[in-house]
Each structure stands twice: as structure tokens, then as C-alpha cells.
């Protein structure tokens, strides 16, 4: 029982990561309807960020989530605005913006592999190495501060999203971009800061994990994989769901290495969201 | 109208007559084997294209179908003595046909949906072989050395390689070109514009979707039977996402939806990724990668329609055109 105990603890903190990094794809993808698959590389690089802050100037991962989060807003936005906008002209087609993202993907890992190499790196915190312990389970430290930030950080989105007036702009654009604009909505500038939002909450997810994990160039495929599967399941631009699924996702991660042994823990992961999808598919489509 | 033989078809045919004599004259392993890369590049795109240009349904996976081929001919050929020979329809029918019985469900599923699909089929390929016993875990398989055979397809110099990537190139491409201009391409081409008026003409778009995963898994599990003959060691990392982005790139550079556009794209970009692999990997690793990252989204940025998109609205096609006609002796009308 302890076991399903401990594995279910580890789920949930498992679970926490993909949660965020869901969080961010689904204001790219889920709201903005950008497909984004290079969020596992937007990951990444918040994490080198925090890397470079912390062997720089000795900065705690968990202190330099501000300045990371501000930094990838700027470079997301940047990002928008500069390159993706141009292949999002084509409404129908969105192939283009498939393409594009993969190529920056693998563009970003390759420039992080040019430049720190492929070693592992780790970055510290005063978190670390500490362990806390609730009955018979155990659970480390960065760990779950990482998931308590996790919480936060949905919390202020979702009232972003449903009470602000950004994200009262966001959410029209969504809607329909073009009585976006007839309302007087700049929605190239949404475009951006919605794309630069997602690419914060990535690179928060990046410092997150940089308390606990290492950082490698092709980190990134790992989760970049995971936050499809994670907005897919919680359905398209539901913060809330995105949390739910990317728990729901790290728990059956740990508890199926249990039962079936780590090692096919993949195939389980997988199996099952392609057999989400299409269930999900059948029923709107019987829906009408 | 009879079709003539004219200067295009000679062109074409010296061309070729070129090409499949430079093992002759070049010697060294090091170009050759670029070459055969590119061949089978070019092959697996070509293959490729068939679901993800013809008929838009953009997989990121099948550098899994290519791996399975490659397994199962490598499984056969160590436990059973299987000529490859045999195992490509083999290998062309099974993959063929797992492909299209996994993924027939999945294709309700638009745009990216379908691609996320692929790509978990991918992993979970993946994850399942790298922990399956018999196909030899993580390590992977190594295919016996011996003496040249050619009932094996094992071969110690390259120049035989070559000839068979030149002769599955060639074949690869006139079977797409037969599809593209057959009533199946165009019914493909049919769902990949519009699935719904594709519906109400009478084009069933889940069966021509199945029909073109078959054809085209089976032909990419094809490659992959060259590939392991080739190489001669296999292992699980061949099925890895970045391997599928291999096989679409060169489409999608060269131009989606057509014959040549796979073609061109990988004579373009092999060499070039290969040459830079081959230079630059030591000092700066991951350098071809990130040329092919660059190109990539600079053809998406400015001609999304890849290298013959560009070609077929020149200037330069017209001079060509014209050029060709003037050997033929033909008056332009």
C-alpha cells in the first residue's frame, strides 16, 4: 500500500510539471490556436536561462523565476510578432505553422547543443536536498514547492483569462479575430503577448524543474510531447483541465511503472492518449 | 496523341547514365556513402509524401515504420535466413498493413491531431523495442558479417549499395508519379483539399486515407529493409521523431504534393547536412541540424510552397521549357 502511496506522491508532483507546461501550451495552442510544437523547447530554454542566472550569479532557480518568466515573455513575444505571424496569414492552412514551430524546435536544441554542449547540467537551490515527510511517504522539498507554484501560477491565469481585461481581449480574439478587431482590439499585439504569456509559463516550468532535474539540450522532447497530451486531454484552452489532465497524466505515469513495470510506462502513456483522442473525436462528431 | 520521345526523355536518360556511372569513377567510400544517404533519403520522403503531401495528413511517425521494416527484415534474416530480397514484400504487406489497421481509427482526426497521433504511435514503437528481449533492448541488432552475397544484400564495398538505392530511388519516384497522376492521386488529392466535397462526390476520405497509409507505411518499411542491409546495425534510435523530421524535410523544402519535390529536396539537403555532419561534428556538434533548421524555416517563411512551388511560377521555367522545345525542333504555338 505505502508503494501506491509513494507512487501516487511522485505522480502528483510528476504531474505538477506536465500541469504547467500544459498551462502554457494551452494559451498557444488552445486558445490561440497556434500549433505550437516547440513548447518543449520554449521548456528548455527557460531552463538554460535559469542555468546561466544560477552559474552566473549564483542565483536560487526558484528566485530566478521573475526574471526568466520576463525574459521568455519578451523572446515569445518577440517570437510572434517577428516569425510565426507571418505563416498564421493563411487561415485554412495550418500546416505552415506545423512546420515552422518543428523547424524552430529543432533550431533552439541544436543552438543550445552548439553552445553548452550536450553535458547534463544542474543548478542547485536552497531547496535542495531536503525531504519532507507526511506519514509513510516521502516527498523532496523542490519538488513541492514547485507544485504549490504550480497552483499559484493556474490560479492567476485562469482569473487572468476570465476577469481581466487582457484577458478579456484574448479570449475575444479567440472567439473571432476578425469582430476582434472591428472592436477595436489590437489583435496582433494579443497575438504576441498571448504567445509570450505561454512562453513564460514554459520557462517558469523550466525553472521549476531545473530546482530538481538537470537541464540537456533534448530535454525538451520529453515534454514537449506531454503538454499535447496534457491540453488534448483537458480540452482546448481549459486552464483548469490542463491542471486535472497534467496530474492526471503524471499519475498514471507512476502508478502504471508499478503495475507494469517502469520500463512500458511509455507505451501505457501513449496507448491511452491516443485512445482519449479518438473517443473525444467520436463523440463530437455524434454530438454533430 | 502518341507521346514522342523527345529531347526531355533523352536529357532525362543521359542524366541517369551519368549517375549510375560514378562509382566508376569515384572511388572514394566517403562520397558514395553521401550518396546512398541521399538515395535513401530521398526514397523514405518520396514515401512519405504519398500520406503526409498527397494527402495531407502530416505524420511525424514514420521513421517507426521504417524501424519496424527494418526489424522485422533483421529479425527474419538472423533467426529464419531470410533473403531481404524476400522480406521487402514481406516486410511491405505487414507494416503496410499494421499501419493502416493502428491508425484507420485515428483518422476522424484533423490537422495536428492526426500529426500528435503519429508520433505517440512513434514513441510507444519505440519504447516497446528498446525494452523487448528478442529484438535485442536498447543495444539493438547487429546483422552478420561475412562474404559478399548478393542474396543477402550484403556487400563490403559501397558500389552495390549504390546501385540498389539508385534502382529503389528510381522506383520509389515512378511509382508516385504513376499514383500522382492515377485516379487514386487524385482522389487523394481530393481529400486533402476538401474532405467534405470529397465526401459528397463519392470519395470515401477514411478509405483512400487507409489506402494511402498503406501504400505509403509499406513503402517507407521498404526503406527500411535497405536501410538495415545497409548499415547494418539497427537500434531503437531510428525511430526517433527527429528521424520522421528527416524524411518530411526534404517534401516540404522540395515541395509538397509533388514527384520531384521529395527528390530535389533531398539532393539539396543530404549532402549538405552529411558534409557538415562530417566537419563540423567535432567542433560543433549538432551544426547540420541546425542548417537544416534554418532552410526549413525560411522556405516556410517566404515560399511555403517549397522549391517547385517557386519553379513552377519562373521565369526560369518558361526559358526551359522554351529551350527544350527549340532542341526538338518543335515551333512554340
Redesign the interface.
Given at each position: 500500500m505505502s508503494t501506491f502511496l509513494q507512487a501516487g506522491a511522485n505522480g502528483l508532483m510528476v504531474g505538477g510539471i506536465y500541469a504547467l507546461i500544459g498551462v502554457s501550451l494551452t494559451l498557444i495552442f488552445g486558445v490561440m490556436k497556434i500549433i505550437n510544437f516547440c513548447q518543449g523547447e520554449l521548456l528548455m530554454l527557460g531552463m538554460y536561462t535559469s542555468f546561466v542566472l544560477y552559474d552566473q550569479f549564483g542565483l536560487d532557480p526558484f528566485l530566478a523565476i521573475p526574471i526568466v518568466a520576463i525574459f521568455m515573455f519578451i523572446f515569445g513575444a518577440l517570437l510572434q510578432f517577428t516569425l510565426i505571424t507571418r505563416s498564421l496569414k493563411d487561415e485554412d492552412d495550418d500546416t505552415n505553422v506545423l512546420f515552422l514551430t518543428v523547424g524552430l524546435g529543432i533550431l533552439f536544441q541544436n543552438l543550445a547543443l552548439l553552445y553548452f554542449k550536450s553535458d547534463y547540467r544542474t543548478a542547485s537551490s536552497i531547496f535542495s536536498d531536503k525531504i519532507v515527510s507526511l506519514g509513510v511517504i516521502t516527498v523532496s522539498l523542490p519538488k513541492l514547492v514547485s507544485f504549490i507554484l504550480l497552483i499559484i501560477v493556474t490560479a492567476l491565469m485562469f482569473l487572468l483569462l476570465k476577469y481581466t481585461n487582457i484577458g478579456k481581449q484574448i479570449r475575444a480574439t479567440s472567439q473571432n479575430k476578425i469582430g476582434a478587431e472591428v472592436s477595436g482590439i489590437k489583435t496582433k499585439s494579443i497575438y504576441a503577448a498571448t504567445y509570450g504569456l505561454g512562453a513564460a509559463i514554459a520557462g517558469i516550468t523550466g525553472a521549476c524543474l531545473m530546482s530538481f532535474y538537470y537541464v540537456f539540450p533534448s530535454v525538451g522532447e520529453i515534454y514537449g510531447t506531454r503538454s499535447f497530451i496534457v491540453v488534448t486531454m483537458g480540452g482546448l484552452g481549459s486552464v483548469v483541465g490542463a491542471l486535472v489532465s497534467g496530474i492526471v497524466l503524471g499519475l498514471m505515469e507512476t502508478i502504471g511503472a508499478v503495475v507494469v513495470g517502469s520500463s512500458f510506462k511509455d507505451t501505457i502513456v501513449f496507448l491511452t492518449f491516443i485512445c482519449i483522442l479518438v473517443v473525444k473525436q467520436r463523440l463530437k462528431t455524434k454530438r454533430g | 496523341m502518341k507521346k514522342r520521345i523527345g529531347s526531355r526523355q533523352i536529357l532525362l536518360l543521359i542524366m541517369l547514365f551519368l549517375v549510375a556511372l560514378i562509382p566508376m569513377f569515384i572511388k572514394t567510400p566517403y562520397i558514395l556513402s553521401i550518396l546512398v544517404m541521399t538515395f535513401y533519403t530521398a526514397s523514405a520522403s518520396l514515401a512519405w509524401s504519398i500520406l503526409g503531401g498527397m494527402t495531407?495528413q502530416?505524420s511525424?511517425g514514420h521513421a517507426a515504420f521504417m524501424g519496424l521494416g527494418a526489424y522485422i527484415s533483421t529479425l527474419l534474416l538472423m533467426n529464419a535466413n531470410f533473403t531481404p530480397w524476400v522480406s521487402i514484400i514481406v516486410v511491405f504487406f505487414v507494416v503496410g498493413g499494421i499501419s493502416a489497421l493502428l491508425l484507420s481509427?485515428?483518422f476522424?482526426?484533423r490537422?495536428?491531431?492526426f500529426?500528435?497521433?503519429t508520433?505517440?504511435?512513434g514513441?510507444?514503437f519505440r519504447?516497446?523495442l528498446?525494452?523487448w528481449n528478442y529484438a535485442g533492448k536498447g543495444q539493438g541488432l547487429l546483422l552478420p558479417f561475412g562474404d559478399n552475397s548478393l542474396i543477402l544484400m550484403r556487400f563490403k564495398s559501397k558500389a552495390p549499395y549504390f546501385y540498389l538505392a539508385l534502382v529503389m530511388v528510381i522506383l520509389m519516384y515512378l511509382l508516385v508519379k504513376y499514383i500522382d497522376q492515377s485516379k487514386l492521386g487524385y482522389a487523394l488529392k481530393t481529400v486533402r483539399e476538401d474532405e467534405d466535397t470529397a465526401n459528397a462526390i463519392g470519395i470515401n476520405p477514411w478509405k483512400y486515407k487507409v489506402i494511402a497509409t498503406f501504400i505509403s507505411c509499406g513503402l517507407v518499411a521498404v526503406c527500411g529493409v535497405f536501410y538495415a542491409s545497409y548499415i547494418r546495425f539497427i537500434s531503437p534510435d531510428i525511430m526517433m521523431?527527429?528521424q520522421s523530421?528527416k524524411f518530411?524535410l526534404p517534401a516540404?523544402i522540395g515541395g509538397?504534393g509533388s514527384a520531384i519535390g521529395p527528390l530535389i529536396g533531398a539532393i539539396i539537403l543530404t549532402p549538405l547536412s552529411e558534409y557538415l555532419n562530417a566537419t563540423l561534428s567535432s567542433i560543433?556538434?549538432?551544426?547540420n541540424?541546425?542548417v537544416?533548421?534554418?532552410i526549413?524555416?525560411v522556405v516556410?517563411?517566404f515560399q511555403?510552397r517549397g522549391i517547385m512551388g517557386w519553379y513552377e511560377n519562373s521565369k526560369f521555367k518558361i526559358k526551359l521549357n522554351n529551350w527544350l522545345d527549340k532542341l526538338d525542333g518543335r515551333k512554340k504555338e
Open positions: - | 495531407g502530416i511525424l481509427p485515428c476522424h482526426l490537422g495536428p491531431y500529426s500528435l497521433v508520433i505517440a504511435f514513441e510507444a519504447n516497446l528498446t525494452n521523431q527527429d523530421v518530411v516540404v509538397i560543433a556538434p549538432g551544426a541540424l541546425l537544416y533548421a534554418v526549413l524555416i516556410i517563411l511555403p
